[in-house]
């Protein structure tokens, strides 16, 4: 045997005891053949146990990433794993955001950056945002000064933060969804070679599939907590209308099971019930919720609305063709499907509570308005009368004011009646007579009950009360509700729609519509200070002021008439100014007092014709 065939020999005897290649390459081969041969060999051994093990760790991985079930805890395994498996200083990850429409740093292993770890990558920019936006491998040996990606001082800043000189990413995709991007960087310019960019291409593969079947099964499991949570919540709801609960039982329930603040508000923006911290809702400021932008969304579009500036969601509560309100929440974040449902499940039993209360009302306001009718036209035996008052909790000997609201067409009769039955409070009865809104309030002062309702009803409208009284309602109820109808026509007739007073404070108007005119107190009401002070000086500022008037305003003329000088008219007018306040030669005023003069001539017997002429 020559030195050829020993050579050939003990290269077959290494490879066979699995000497490595530099053992191999130190045996002597006179015409290095055979060590060539031997030393390829090596190498395809070597190779076929390094793809045997990443195999091997592929299959460990999948293995492993498949028993994890938190998808944080996913991620920080899939880049530890990419980190041992290339032998990298760094492996990082970034998932893709729709909304935003790039990846941001999901999770990293081998990093000390914080500025790194916070990294954006819009799509297209840097080394990442090319595989993310094209979906294909890249990798750089030296990326910092590598021209073929579109650097961008953020990314710079992040890579020279951490150090890193060689990158390689690969992107996480399953079928047409893509994922993100799986990356192994160095801190030293280290190239990658074919085969590293496989096998990282293989965890990433494996860790796409691992992710989409994660967050499936976390869909699947929010899909069924959720569905669960809303039939929780379904038969809470339905708990408390079997119950016989009303709307705050409803808001409360809501609020409880979102943990936020919680408005019902009415058809007409008023609040009907509140839960949590909510905003407050008086009347003005009620509608100043009910005229949000959230409220308007949800009117629009008859669907559950979200004000995300605002922080408020909002669904209408109505019966088929009939709206009943809006609920309003607030504080609650964003609410999922079953939320939502949570929420809508909640409009409809609280449209069917306020139906129920309706049906309820509207029942009791027939009583109510048969017993109005009753006592305003006189019919009916009066202890019955009184009987029924006290059966609905009015006391028939009190004194009443009789009330009676008018509003423009643009506000339904039976909207009014509800409202006036709210406004006017729970001593009172409120009802319908003759087409006409009335209301039975017990007060010792008819204008001022007027003027409280109508300003309660304001927000419906332009609303009027007109008032009479009081009166007993034992006593002559059918003549103060003629007057009190007649009141609020004068209010229309002198443009004073949307006010209530009584025909007492309509002036010279209100003698005209009452029903028992009450010519001596008007003539003292306007008169009593000028006939004071005669009584008790034995002055004459009453006939002063009648020729005064007589003659058109003119003192000369009435010291003509009077038979004085002018100079005494004069001081008697000051003296009148000083009784009767210094408007009192305005034209209202002034007509007024005219009014009560010839009122009082008049009831003393004299007659208008034989009056003293006025002076022109």
Known sequence: MDAHDDSAMTLLRLLAEGAPASELGSVADPGG??????LRVRAAFDSRRRREAELTALVETARDLAALRDPS??????????????GTDVAYLTLYDPRAGDTFMRATDGSVSVEFQSVR????????????STHKPYWSADYLHD???QHTGTIDSAVGDEGLVSICGTPLTVEDEFVGVLFAANRSPRPFSPDQVALLGSLAALAAVSIVQTRSAEEVRRHTAGVERAAAAHDRFAELVLAGGGVDDITKALGDLLGGWVVLLGSEGECLSTHGDAPPTDDSRAGLLADSPVVRMTQASGRLAHDAPGDRWAIGVKAPQTPLGVLVLGGVGVLDDADRRTVERASVVTALVLLFERTAAEAEQRVRTDLVADLVSGRG??????SRARGEGVDPTVPHAVLVADADGQVPRRTLLLAAHAAAGPDSVVGEHDGRVVALVPSDDAHQAAGELAR??????????????PVSLGDDVPATWAEAVRTVQALESLGLGGTGASSAHLGFAGLVVGSAPDVDGYVTDHLGPLLDYDARRGSELVKTLQAYFDAGGSPRHAATQLHVHVNTVSQRLERISALLGPHWQQPDPALELQ????????????SPATSPPRRR
């Open 33 to 38: 053949e055979a060590r060539e041969l031997a």
């Open 73 to 86: 805890g996913i991620l920080e395994a899939i880049v530890r794993r990419a980190r041992t498996l290339i």
């Open 121 to 132: 990558l819009s799509l297209g920019d840097g080394l990442g945002g090319l595989v993310a």
């Open 147 to 149: 021209h073929r990606f």
């Open 381 to 386: 035996d009066p202890q019955t009368l009184a």
């Open 456 to 469: 309660r009803l304001g927000r419906l409208g332009r609303v009027s009360v007109g008032a009479a009284g």
């Open 595 to 606: 009014l009560a003069l010839r009122l009082r001539r008049l009831s003393a017997g004299a």
